[in-house]
């Protein structure tokens, strides 16, 4: 199974108190700088059409974080399939493996986000890489299951993923098999779309975006006789943190926008709250955010242990 890099974005930076860290730390100037090494075949149109991935992203963010960090990735991926030496000692030429990045964080940190804007860069680097994007919310039980077990207020929590499925997943798509199958999940019916599949056909490279596949305090089996964490599958792992009030602004901003959307949909999860005013549809989604998202937030707190910026 594969190792994996862990990268920490800050808000707000948390200084190293000694005169000693295996760590790189970065702050957005120097970060920035490091462009003068990319050599990206994206146009500035094309950057600036990135912005359509999400309205609050600026130009300046693509330029001083997002492309540095696809440049990053790419020397990564570039050095993991130029072994040459070690594809031959282990009789492995020409077997291509897909290169797994990870992105996780709390909810509403901007994972989906960051997946999308990184898929977009990477594959447009001279390598022409084909890249794929998948959500572990496509791995969330469906509602009436949760429903079932009385899990549906714990909707987001590692009880409410079907992990083993998640695993059969990840085992497929590092073993090079062609058309890996996973759930469809829609945030506008806020469940697993029936009938609908997502088929991942031995990318380059493929992102896989979601709370909790960092945690590694329990071992799952893949077949009752490997036991692995979902972490085992990831090349490179990015977690992405901010303060807890700036996370809850967030939260609170997105739940507004999944509001207004609703009310051009009836079908749609939140259609209900779309008949709210604004203060009313606040105060529920601060309410939310207590009962559900801080009590998550506390469950993956201890992931902070191991990134140190």
């Not at 977009?120 to 509602?143: K, Q």
Request: with cysteine; glycine share 2%; proline share 5%.
């Amino acid at each position: 199974m594969a190792g994996h890099t862990i990268i920490l974005f800050m808000i707000k930076v948390r200084h190293n108190t000694y005169n000693f860290t295996p760590y790189l730390t970065f702050n957005r100037n120097t970060w920035a700088k490091l462009h003068k090494y990319m050599h990206s075949s994206l146009t500035k149109e094309e950057i600036i059409k990135l912005q359509c991935i999400n309205e609050d992203i600026s130009l300046a963010e693509v330029l001083d974080i997002y492309l540095p960090l696809s440049s990053l990735l790419n020397y990564y991926i570039s050095f993991s399939s130029s072994n040459t030496e070690l594809e031959q000692f282990m009789s492995t030429e020409g077997q291509r493996i897909p290169y797994i990045i990870g992105i996780t964080g709390s909810v509403a940190v901007g994972k989906s986000t960051t997946a999308r804007v990184l898929q977009s860069l990477l594959s447009h680097w001279p390598e022409n890489r084909t890249v794929d994007l998948i959500t572990t919310d496509s791995f969330l039980y469906p509602n009436h299951v949760l429903k079932e077990r009385d899990l549906l207020n714990k909707k987001g929590f590692p009880q409410s993923y079907d992990i083993k499925s998640l695993i059969n997943f990840l085992f497929k798509i590092k073993s090079g098999v062609h058309n890996v199958t996973a759930p469809v999940y829609s945030h506008l019916i806020y469940d697993i779309v029936p009938y609908k599949k997502n088929i991942i056909d031995k990318p380059d490279i493929m992102l896989i975006e979601g709370l909790n596949i960092l945690q590694s305090s329990h071992y799952y089996y893949y077949d009752d006789i490997y036991p692995v964490v979902i972490s085992d599958f990831i090349d490179f792992s990015i977690y992405i943190d901010a303060p807890q009030e700036i996370l809850k602004k967030w939260y609170i901003k997105r739940f507004l926008t999944f509001c207004k959307e609703s009310f051009y949909h009836p079908n749609s999860y939140f259609y209900h709250y779309a008949q709210l005013s604004e203060p009313e549809a606040i105060a529920i989604a601060k309410k939310l955010w207590l009962e559900i998202n801080v009590p998550n937030l506390e469950k993956i707190f201890y992931l902070h242990i191991h990134v140190l910026v």
